[in-house]
Structure formats: structure tokens, C-alpha cells
């Protein structure tokens, strides 16, 4: 069980991730919280809240489409160059 803090509150948040530590998480929220805060005027705490959830599942959505790219630019190449293999070997079996 770890207890973090986001935006001044703190939470104990039990974590079934082993790749990254709940603190990192923690932290990256509350600072695209308080980014979101110097932006605007008193907004209330939820409303930061949404609003940081909303970016930070963009950025993640963006880079989910960079990865996918990059997987068909491979998966292309891939392709190609078993095709490219597949043609010398059948002139070699010729």
C-alpha cells in the first residue's frame, strides 16, 4: 500500500503495476494538475482533475499512434524483405 499525495491530498493506493512506481504516477498527475491550475483562475479540484485525465489520456492516445506507426513501418519492411529472401531463394533452387 502506498500512500501518495496529489494537489494537497493525500491518498493510499494499493498498486498492481510492478513497471512503474505509484509515487512517479503520483507526481505526474499532481504536475499536470497544478500546470492546469497556473493556467486558469480558481478552477475547483475536480474540474483540474477531468482536465488533466483528459490530457494526459491524449498523450497517451498519441504516443499509442506513434507506436502503431512505427509497428506498420516494421511489420512493412518485414514484408518486403521476406518477399526480397523468398525471390533469392527460389533463383537459387532454379
Known amino acids: 500500500?502506498?500512500?501518495?499525495?496529489?494537489?494537497?491530498?493525500?491518498?493510499?493506493?494499493?498498486?498492481?503495476?510492478?513497471?512503474?512506481?505509484?509515487?512517479?504516477?503520483?507526481?505526474?498527475?499532481?504536475?499536470?494538475?497544478r500546470e492546469l491550475s497556473e493556467l486558469g483562475s480558481k478552477t475547483p479540484t475536480l474540474d483540474l482533475a477531468i482536465l488533466a485525465a483528459l490530457n494526459i489520456a491524449q498523450e497517451l492516445m498519441e504516443l499509442q499512434k506513434q507506436i502503431d506507426a512505427q509497428n506498420q513501418d516494421r511489420e512493412d519492411k518485414i514484408g518486403k524483405l521476406l518477399l526480397e529472401l523468398d525471390n533469392e531463394l527460389q533463383i537459387i533452387d532454379n
Request: glycine share 6%.
Open 1 to 33: 500500500m502506498a500512500k501518495i499525495q496529489i494537489y494537497g491530498k493525500t491518498y493510499n493506493i494499493k498498486s498492481s503495476s510492478g513497471l512503474i512506481e505509484t509515487e512517479e504516477v503520483a507526481n505526474y498527475v499532481d504536475l499536470k494538475m
